[in-house]
């Protein structure tokens, strides 16, 4: 499996982007899919997941009410569309694939990884 993580950039505050991940792979349909971030001197922590048939969704409570994760099994494809972007979520995202067991924020539950994708959101 890889995953390829595109959509970052450089955005004002108040501002929104689309982060796009592209898996190969067969497994895709079948496996969770998430979202992480990490901020520059801080640990990854979790932003969004999305359950194999899009039935439920998953949201960190500093991205609640911003963020929306989606996905296209058709296209082996999963979305963040960030809006109300923040200062505090400059960060580098990295798309994730999730093994069959654990939770969905905890990222060592996660077994294929993108390579991240650096979103800048300035003041």
């Known amino acids: 499996v890889q995953l390829q993580a595109s959509g970052g950039g450089l955005v004002q505050a108040r501002g929104y982007l689309r982060l796009s991940c592209a898996a190969s792979?067969?497994?895709?349909?079948?496996?969770?899919m998430g979202w992480f971030r990490q901020i520059q001197g801080k640990e990854r922590e979790f932003v969004a997941a999305?359950?194999?048939?899009?039935?439920?969704?998953y949201y960190g409570d500093s991205v609640k009410g911003r963020f929306t994760i989606s996905r296209d099994n058709a296209k082996n494809t999963v979305l963040l569309q960030m809006n109300s972007l923040k200062p505090e979520d400059t960060a580098v995202y990295y798309c994730?694939?999730?093994?069959?067991?654990?939770?969905?924020?905890?990222?060592?539950?996660?077994?294929?990884w993108g390579q991240g994708t650096l979103v800048t959101v300035s003041s």
């Open positions: 999305i359950s194999r048939n899009s039935v439920s969704t």
């Open positions: 792979g067969r497994t895709f349909s079948s496996r969770v």
């Open positions: 994730a694939q999730k093994g069959y067991s654990g939770t969905y924020y905890d990222e060592a539950r996660y077994d294929f």
